[in-house]
């Protein structure tokens, strides 16, 4: 779905004075690059045409302190890979319902885009907060909130970070439909911000 006119609806961008920027991909969106095909080339894509792109149209904060990630599903899990494997380029990131603990790549369509196992690796969030957990334990830059299909995605990742001591919100409900429009945007914005 698209989550513009749900943001449109909560006034989010007027509320918040945020721009709000939602990248279209040819593929599914898993925002990995894969590593033999020039064509498919998700992260980069975002990191270094889209982002740049709104920083030279709009006034904006060019820096991690004005830059946001929100998403669910496979953006959920573009959100904490993002800021994961970027912390310098991002301030905070909020997922919602998104398959956090996958440990292999094939799942929901995602195999055609990490390409092989090895590469997979490189985006596995699980193994991405181990590595850069001191990077994310002064401040409370990741929220996991809510569910409808990955809830044990959530609690583990919850466990996870706890176990890790990376600061975070995690909200562990309500159960809401797997949409844009299911309401957990305007809290996802409200503790982001």
């Not at 920027?21 to 498919?40: E, G, Q, R």
């Not at 004005?66 to 912390?87: D, E, T």
């Not at 957990?133 to 809830?151: C, K, M, P, Q, V």
């Not at 890790?164 to 299911?182: M, Y």
Request: aromatic share 12%; hydrophobic share 40%; glycine share 6%.
């Amino acid at each position: 779905g698209d989550p513009l006119p749900e943001l449109r609806k909560l006034e989010i961008a007027d509320r918040f004075d945020v721009i709000c920027v939602s990248p279209t991909f040819s593929d599914l969106p898993w925002y990995a690059d894969h590593p033999t095909n020039p064509k498919l080339q998700q992260e980069r894509y975002l990191l270094e045409t889209v982002i740049p792109f709104v920083e030279i149209q709009y006034s904006t904060q060019a820096k991690a302190a004005g830059r946001f990630l929100v998403g669910f599903s496979k953006a959920g899990w573009g959100a904490f890979s993002l800021i994961l494997r970027h912390p310098d380029l991002f301030l905070k990131a909020a997922a919602w319902d998104a398959p956090l603990m996958m440990s292999e790549s094939g799942k929901y369509g995602s195999g055609p885009i990490f390409g092989t196992a090895q590469n997979f690796k490189h985006y596995r969030v699980a193994r991405l907060l181990e590595e850069k957990a001191s990077s994310f334990s002064n401040e409370t830059r990741l929220i996991s909130l809510g569910y409808d299909n990955f809830r044990e995605h959530h609690l583990q990742i919850h466990e996870l970070m706890n176990q890790l001591q990376v600061k975070h919100i995690h909200r562990d409900g309500p159960q809401r439909k797997h949409h844009w429009e299911s309401g957990w945007l305007e809290e996802a914005f409200g503790l982001l911000f």
